[in-house]
């Protein structure tokens, strides 16, 4: 079991840039793959990018490829995703997941934070 406590939302203007963190206790984290998902109101929640346990295997999804970049750090149990070019339509509710298989879907995810808010003003 790993618990996961995001932080590092908030308000900025399209263009801008934001880092997200997720903070995760439990010794199972570090041979997990972490991940990012978010949900925006009304819709389901998606996939944004995954990172496998030694950080080497990275995915994103095509909408965020080239904008945003996942990392780890298993020395300080912490999960990064480093959001720059932001666009309004990134606004969402951003979820870490944990789990110790890798999946773009978000019902395969055990784990999960309690999420942060991104809102992109245009």
């Known amino acids: 079991q790993v618990q996961l406590v995001e932080s590092g939302g908030g308000l900025v203007q399209a263009g801008g840039s934001l880092r997200l963190s997720c903070a995760a206790s439990?010794?199972?984290?570090?041979?997990?793959?972490m991940g990012w998902f978010r949900q925006a109101p009304g819709k389901e929640r998606e996939f944004v990018a995954t990172i496998s346990w030694s950080g080497t295997n990275k995915y994103y999804a095509d909408s965020v490829k080239g904008r945003f970049t996942i990392s780890r750090d298993n020395a300080k149990n912490m999960m990064y995703l480093q959001m720059n070019s932001l666009k309004p339509e990134d606004t969402a509710v951003y979820y870490c997941?944990?789990?110790?298989?890798?999946?773009?879907?978000?019902?395969?995810?055990?784990?999960w934070g309690q999420g942060t808010q991104v809102t992109v003003s245009s």
């Open positions: 439990g010794r199972a984290f570090r041979t997990y793959y």
């Open positions: 997941g944990a789990d110790p298989d890798d999946s773009t879907r978000y019902r395969d995810w055990s784990n």
